[in-house]
Structures are given as C-alpha cells and as structure tokens.
C-alpha cells in the first residue's frame, strides 16, 4: 500500500490537533506534532525547550535553526515510513522548502496538505476554553464546545486538565498575526503545487472529522491507483 505524507495547515485553534488524535486511530500513521514536542522541551526543562520557550510564551515562531533538523530527522523514523501526519510544521517557505528537500533525498513526496480555515474570532473563542490534559497533550477539550465529563479531569486517563500558557487573549491575537504574516503564503506555495485540499474547520469536531476522513480515504484511494 502507498503511503501516505499528510500536513495540517490552518490558524491556531482551527482545530489540527483534535482532527490529528482522530486521524492517527482512523489510519494508524503517527501524529508529529511541533507544538507537542517542544512543549515536551519545555516540560522536561532542556536547553532546547528553554530557548523554546521564550518564543512560544510571545506567541512567536521559534528559530528555524531549532526546528527543521528535529523534524526532518523525526520523518526519517521507522514509525514514520509509511506515511505521516505533521501537525505544525511547516510554517513558513523556508520550512515547507526543507521539508520537500529532506522527502526527496528519502525519495518521497507530499501527498496533500490539509488546510481547516477558521475565521479570527472563532479562533479567539475556541482557544480561550481550550483545556488540555496534562499527561497526554493529543487529549483536547473545550469548556463549551467539548467538555470532558467532570470538570478539570481527562475523560480518557483521569489527568487534570490545564490551560496552555499561550492561550491568553492578547497571545493568542499574536500568534494569528504570526500565521496571517509567516504561514498563509503556504496556501498558495501548495495551492500552486496542486496538493490543497480545504476543509470547513466552522463545524462541529465531529462534522470536520468525518469530511477529514473521508478527503484521507480518497488520498489513499488515489494513491492506491
Ligand atoms: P502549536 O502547538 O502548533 O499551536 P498552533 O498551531 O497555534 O495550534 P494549536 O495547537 O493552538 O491549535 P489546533 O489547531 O491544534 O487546535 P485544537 O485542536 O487544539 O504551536 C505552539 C507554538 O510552538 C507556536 O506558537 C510556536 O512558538 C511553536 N512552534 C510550533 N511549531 C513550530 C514551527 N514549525 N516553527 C516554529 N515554531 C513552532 O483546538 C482548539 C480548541 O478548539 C480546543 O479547545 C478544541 O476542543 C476546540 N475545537 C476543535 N475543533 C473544534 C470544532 N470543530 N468546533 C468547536 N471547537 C473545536
């Protein structure tokens, strides 16, 4: 079976990871997340996640220098062989060009790039009652939108539930004028390679899973051909 190179673009709290988590059950191809595995960085106190976190705190991208090498070696990894899903990278040109020299030297491609467009607002709204689960990040709720069952406590594992410390309003207004300026041309550097498939990211979680799944079903589908 051919694989599969999947990249989830789209603002902050459009909703990558919540499709991500589902997307790894549906198709068994692991999750890389950016945000993840610097925020794992931060927790474990490295020099890595200490420079890490300075930037994520303001909002802003963290250094290219950090972040390529770590991501094009993670999609080298034998897990990651037959297909991936990276969520946050690339997130600018010059990431999405490393990205695609670092396929070609493996001799693979992107097979598409997954964009859920969410207007500002709703960004503001989903990422202000965002609560996360402290053990395992891919646990994603929302006091409104999603709740966990009993308040502050992760359905799945029992884990307190926390809020991400770039979740305050005036960050999270930063990191969309990040994205608007730094990663939005990427929907046009992969509109123009014919690799774009857009997804309503307004509806439900359920709703955008089921029309994930199904752009995922077809790509494998084709690929098959
Ligand atoms: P990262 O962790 O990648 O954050 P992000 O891209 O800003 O995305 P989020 O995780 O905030 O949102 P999401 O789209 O995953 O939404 P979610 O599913 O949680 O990056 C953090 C920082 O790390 C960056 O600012 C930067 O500093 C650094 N970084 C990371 N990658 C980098 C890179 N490549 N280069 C440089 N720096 C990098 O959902 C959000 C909320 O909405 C949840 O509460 C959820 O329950 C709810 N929700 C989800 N879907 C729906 C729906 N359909 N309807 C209603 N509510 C919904």
Redesign the pocket.
């Known amino acids: 079976m051919s694989e599969l190179n999947l990249i989830l673009l789209?603002?902050?709290?459009?909703?990558?990871?919540?499709?991500a988590d589902r997307l790894r059950d549906d198709f068994a191809m692991p999750h890389i997340?950016?945000?993840?595995i610097?925020?794992a960085q931060v927790a474990e106190g490295t020099e890595l996640g200490q420079e890490?976190k300075r930037?994520?705190d303001a909002?802003?991208?963290?250094p290219?220098e950090v972040?390529v090498g770590m991501?094009t070696d993670r999609v080298a990894e034998g897990d990651a062989r037959d297909g991936f899903l990276l969520?946050?990278?690339?997130?600018n040109q010059k990431?999405a060009e490393a990205l695609s020299e670092a396929l070609n030297g493996l001799e693979r491609h992107l097979t598409a790039a997954l964009l859920?467009e969410v207007p500002d607002d709703e960004v503001v709204r989903?990422?202000a009652?965002?609560?996360v689960c402290v053990k395992n990040p891919g646990h994603?709720?929302?006091v409104d939108?999603?709740p966990p069952k009993h308040e502050d406590v992760c359905d799945q594992d029992g884990s307190r539930l926390i809020q991400r410390d770039?979740d305050r309003e005036e960050t999270i207004r930063h990191?969309l004028e990040?994205y608007h300026t730094q990663t939005e041309p990427l929907i046009d550097y992969y509109d123009g390679k014919g690799l774009l498939r857009r997804l309503d990211?307004r509806?439900?979680?359920d709703e955008?899973h089921a029309h994930v799944r199904a752009t995922v079903a077809t790509l494998r589908l084709e690929e098959n051909l």
């Open positions: 789209g603002p902050p709290g459009a909703g990558k990871g919540t499709q997340s950016t945000g993840d610097l925020r890490a930037y994520m909002g802003d991208l963290v290219d972040i991501i969520d946050g990278f690339p997130r990431q859920i989903r990422l009652g965002r609560r994603i709720y929302h939108f999603d770039d990191r990040v990211g509806r439900g979680p955008v």
